[in-house]
């Protein structure tokens, strides 16, 4: 084999062609400043989720944010380049870190070799808390990639409180579970959205990352009232938020107009509303911007974290003049 | 429907990968009825918003298949769809999925675009060095201590029948490329950000696909020539050098 290669290297050498394509990936990144949480520890770090495609304006706007949050299946299954990107920012501002490929709900016992790989990013982004959603993406065999609703009665609490457990006892930070926005009801669901949260994280002691924009998606789409669910969660349960800006879908098939949960466009006065409301209740660690498409339209993104901004400090001021926030970060 | 929670969850990801509830096959009488006592327009909506986005994914990186497809292009979407569930979440899979389902597609179909299974393979193999995927390579016996050269790890070698480089070159698709065999080598060279290809004369080719495991360049024989080419490969990432 070899001496066939070898006399055959000999009549061809020295040339080999270079060719084809080599699109330029990224630039050099510049070291901005840190990025520091703020001084005042009942004002939550506001800032943004990590977007690869973002990664040099999310840099060279490092000084905006008080913190980014890490999507850790993207250190799993992402690229060489857009791991060492992510990595890159340890240090740089605090991090946090977000799932989105546990999935809780599926009625098989819990992927323990993802759990230890998400264990060691968390430890390598030094991040104080790990959130995941309510929810279920894949079945063995079919992966949807799509977070799915859970039947909303005690016996899937009680699966999902023992699974809970299994994480909290091999990730080294707080656990949280997020309220995920859903199109459909199983017909069996017997407990509010409230009930079924508070039934998980009373039993476990697992916080809740309060996505706000979900919360305000699912009133209007199944016409409930927000506010009563902001008032069924014990003060100082929501520890993280996250805010977003979705879109009204209209379809023949649909009876009516449905929003969207397409982290596409500003964010929406009714989801800041409920930030409000939550913040009069709660003292999130942070609340982070959520932006996935038109991910060109970057000033949308800095004038949302200003409006988020702004409702922070309008809630504190609201604070000072006798009405304290109840609860802690803890 | 079963009762047992996860066999619900199994029949409800059935219906939602399933052409009926994705594309609205099978016409309104089937839709009408809900669906185990849940609302089936919102199944709908939900089966559309899944695959709208995992398509999405899939055709950034198969961008110039895809416009090579043209009108065909949404004819063999929908029939992936159909046939390929999505079995993982990461995006490589899916990608696999997609390049695999094209080709088995190409075989059986009268290839007005022979070149379009080549075009494919080039773009997954840009997908699987930008991740770094290693295929086909044994474990190495005992790495730490060897000296040698070897195939760099995540480089993907590609034998194309034609040469479509071209169409990576220029973007424009127009021209028809020349069947040539054309042996490639995708990787990311030290110090890039994006994958480059190089086109390998064949011999070459073949000596890059045999290099699994450190070799001693001394067994190739010790030559100026082969030496030089050695130095060459390594420098644009296509063999590791140690010792």
Redesign the interface.
Known sequence: MWLWLWLRLRLILPQVRHAVSGRSGPTGRSASGIGAMTSDERRPAVGIGYRAALDDWTRANIERFDVIEITVDHCIYGGKAAKSAIFDLVGRIPLTAHGVGLSIGTDVPLDLAYLDAVAGIVDRLEAPAYSEHLAFTRVPGCDLANLLPLPKTVTVAQSIIAKVRVVQSRIGVPFLLENITYLFEWPDSDLSDAEFLNLICRETGAGLLLDVENLHLNSCNHGFDPYAFLDALPAGLVKEVHVAGGVTVREDFLKGPFLADSHSHPVPDGALDLLDYALARHAPATVVLERDDRLDAVNEILDDVERIRARISSQQSENVHGQPTVGSAG | MAN???DR??E???Y??SGAAIF?DGGDAA?EAAW????R??????AR??HE??MEKIAVVFRRTLKILGDDASAVVRAFAAAC????????ENERQFHDFLCDRLRCERLDLPFVRDVAACELAFAKA???VEEGEPQARSDEDRDGIRRRR?LVLLRCVYDI?PI??GGSGEAAPIKRDTP?AIG?PPG??????????P??F??VA?LDDWTDPA???A?P??Q??IR??AQ?GVLEVRG
């Open positions: 047992r929670l996860l969850q199994v409800l990801l059935e939602l990968t609205g839709h185990h006592g849940i609302d327009s919102s199944l709908r909506l939900e918003f899944s986005k995992r569930p999505p079995v993982d979440i990461s995006r490589i930008r991740v770094g995540g480089r990576f070159e490639l990311i890039a950000d994006e994958p480059r290809v190089l086109e390998l004369l011999a070459v073949d000596l045999a067994a190739l024989g030559t020539e082969l030089a080419l060459d490969l644009h």
